[in-house]
């Protein structure tokens, strides 16, 4: 159980493109699911936290607007990275909060590559 | 949420018991100690949480000190699959920082034949 899934797995865009990445929660229901950013050699950290029906709430310093987040189902939330610049290449993870509220499940992550 | 200090980096021998130790000394008393670990270019995978008392499932033990301020993570017989990051987060119950995980740098856990 608790199985998280995103997709796309890897992604490669040019430069000033937008590109959507979605995060399922497979088999449970989950209200609050949250999107981290990984930099290589690096922590995750997180970005937003994304409430179903709701507007997300973005961490300090990562701008709402490049960085849209729709929560539409409680199984369904995305990430669209917009007018993507090279140093928007990343790791993308989400998770999803289980069915319990307290423990968090994460997705396998999607790698952003623009160029 | 209460701040972690982990070691850097762990060796163990592959059918060894691993154990990894976790300071969290500022903890205070609704705030959950949760084990996560995270292997080369994958998510996190969660591997156990408590509060006061020990836990165990089917991964690993979690032993919490009697005055909540260090954990130790005991994965029983290590194999080379357990070769990861792992990492040990305080959570708050609830509040504004509800369900927010704050991920430090981790303890490198290198598992060897």
């Known amino acids: 159980g608790a199985v998280v899934s995103q997709h796309p797995s890897r992604v490669i865009c040019k430069s000033g493109t937008s590109v959507k990445i979605e995060c399922r929660s497979l088999d449970f229901q989950a209200t609050t699911m949250f999107w981290y950013r990984q930099f290589p050699k690096q922590s995750l950290m997180l970005m937003a936290t994304s409430n179903e029906g709701s507007k997300a709430t973005y961490e300090q310093g990562v701008e709402k607007d490049k960085f849209l987040i729709n929560h539409a189902s409680l199984t369904l939330s995305t990430l669209t990275v917009t007018s993507a610049h090279p140093e928007d290449s990343s790791f993308y993870i989400c998770s999803a909060l289980g069915g319990g509220g307290e423990t968090q499940y994460f997705g396998p992550g999607t790698r952003l590559l623009v160029l | 949420d209460a701040k972690t200090t982990q070691p850097t980096s762990m060796d163990c021998a592959e059918g060894r018991a691993a154990n990894l130790p976790c300071n969290h000394s500022?903890?205070?008393?609704?705030?959950?100690v949760y084990w996560y670990r995270q292997i080369h270019s994958q998510g996190p995978q969660y591997i156990i949480h408590g509060l006061k008392n020990n836990e165990t499932n089917e991964m690993a033990s979690l032993i919490i000190t009697e005055d909540r301020k260090s954990s130790t993570l005991i994965l029983p017989h290590a194999t080379l699959r357990d070769t990861a990051v792992y990492y040990c987060i305080v959570l708050s119950a609830g509040g504004t920082s509800y369900g927010k995980l704050t991920f430090g740098q981790g303890t490198i856990l290198t598992v060897h034949p």
């Open positions: 500022t903890i205070s008393g609704n705030e959950y």
